[in-house]
């Protein structure tokens, strides 16, 4: 797991992370375990030294083939001085384009996977959202499962249609740590399947309640419509921010677990939100309403707004910050499996920055543009050194 230290104000290492990592393992050892599909026979460059290159590159804010191989280039002094395992490796860009368009996904996922929950810590009832985003253009839906507090993807998954994210969402929990977590999910994945799988592996969920469930809908509505007194908890809270008041208020009961006889059910939930403009004094409310099971004796009530809340992470600090900082709607990497290859080494570097608690990334690319040896440093590399000394 990853050690920190707080970091203080007056340094400049500080104005990248607000914490200082130390005792990361290597990316490199674990790229070996990715199957090369190209052939032995005159490889130039071994997958490993290629894959890791292509992470560094990321780290830099690179998200082209072309920057990727300016930046194998611009870098050589300093690889040869502090990684001397991955000097004298120019790779072009059309390398990293036919190597990116024919490596199996899958198990890069897996060893990704892997890799991060070895490092990133997960707390201990940790909430776990899940939800998926089509590629700009491209057939290629990704389901992402990912962590409420720590902010990092614990697993990725693909299909070629939105369509088939529900069956998908089956094998994505079985590669995820389930067990003692609550999983979060939108309103696709309220279903008693889904319910009864996340229940089976020893975790709970929180689930909306909308039109594909048109009868749990109803029920719910009509309930907390005729709100009984007895048996119901409530909690409200309210945030300022960016010139709007949000006011978020919640019920949560068990009189209707036994009548809904959904797997594993131990709550139900109306949620109100009301969004004020500060400025125009204009109200909007929304009220949603779901289901959830539970693990423990905290205060429902205040769980349940933080669990509907929290799974916005996944589309904030995900979903948004691949578009807007990797710029994951323009890309023109199209071909193949590439697209998804880069979308799961940008979820690596957004879950090593946020493990790091990065206060802005493009201070951060360009520190490390600056400064490669800390990017070395940080991604457990110099390490390395003394390994390749002694073969």
């Known amino acids: 797991m990853l050690q920190y230290t707080v970091l203080p104000q007056g340094l400049s290492y500080s104005r990248v992370f607000s914490v200082k990592p130390s005792g990361v393992k290597s990316l490199y050892g674990i790229f070996s375990k990715v199957p090369d599909p190209r052939s032995p026979q005159g490889l130039r460059h071994p997958l490993p030294v290629l894959l890791t290159l292509a992470v560094l590159s990321l780290c830099c804010g690179e998200v082209s083939y072309q920057s990727m191989e300016e930046w194998t280039v611009n870098y050589q002094k300093q690889l040869k001085e502090k990684v001397p395992l991955l000097k004298g490796h120019f790779i072009d860009a059309s390398t990293f384009q036919r190597v990116f368009s024919r490596l199996d996904v899958a198990e890069l996922e897996k060893v990704l996977s892997f890799w991060l929950q070895s490092v990133v810590s997960l707390s201990n009832g940790e909430p776990i959202a899940i939800d998926g985003k089509t590629l700009s253009g491209l057939d290629c839906h990704l389901l992402s499962a990912f962590t409420h507090y720590g902010k990092s993807v614990l697993f990725e998954i693909g299909t070629d249609t939105k369509g088939k994210e529900i069956p998908l969402a089956h094998d994505l929990l079985n590669n995820i740590p389930v067990k003692n977590h609550i999983i979060t999910a939108d309103a696709l994945h309220t279903q008693r399947k889904f319910c009864d799988k996340v229940t089976s592996l020893g975790g709970g969920y929180c689930l909306t309640a909308k039109g594909n469930q048109s009868q749990l809908e109803k029920d719910l509505r009509l309930f907390f419509d005729s709100l009984p007194q007895a048996g119901v908890t409530t909690f409200s809270k309210s945030i300022k921010a960016k010139g709007k008041l949000t006011t978020h208020k919640v019920f949560v009961s068990q009189d209707l677990v036994e009548y809904l006889d959904w797997p594993g059910l131990t709550h139900v939930w109306q949620l109100t939100r009301e969004v004020t403009t500060v400025r125009t004094q204009q109200t909007t409310t929304e009220v949603v309403v779901g289901i959830a099971r539970l693990l423990d004796g905290t205060d429902s009530a205040q769980q349940m707004i933080d669990l509907v809340r929290g799974h916005w992470s996944i589309e904030n ?66 390490g390395i050194q003394q390994n390749y000394a002694k073969n």
């Open 317 to 382: 600090r995900l979903h948004r910050q691949r578009d807007v900082i990797f710029l994951e709607d323009k890309s023109t990497i199209r071909k193949q499996n590439a697209p998804q290859v880069m979308a799961a080494f940008k979820n690596l570097v957004l879950s090593i920055y946020h493990s790091f608690s990065v206060r802005y990334f493009p201070t951060a690319f360009r520190r490390f543009l600056a400064n490669p040896d800390e990017l070395f440093t940080l991604l457990g590399l110099t």
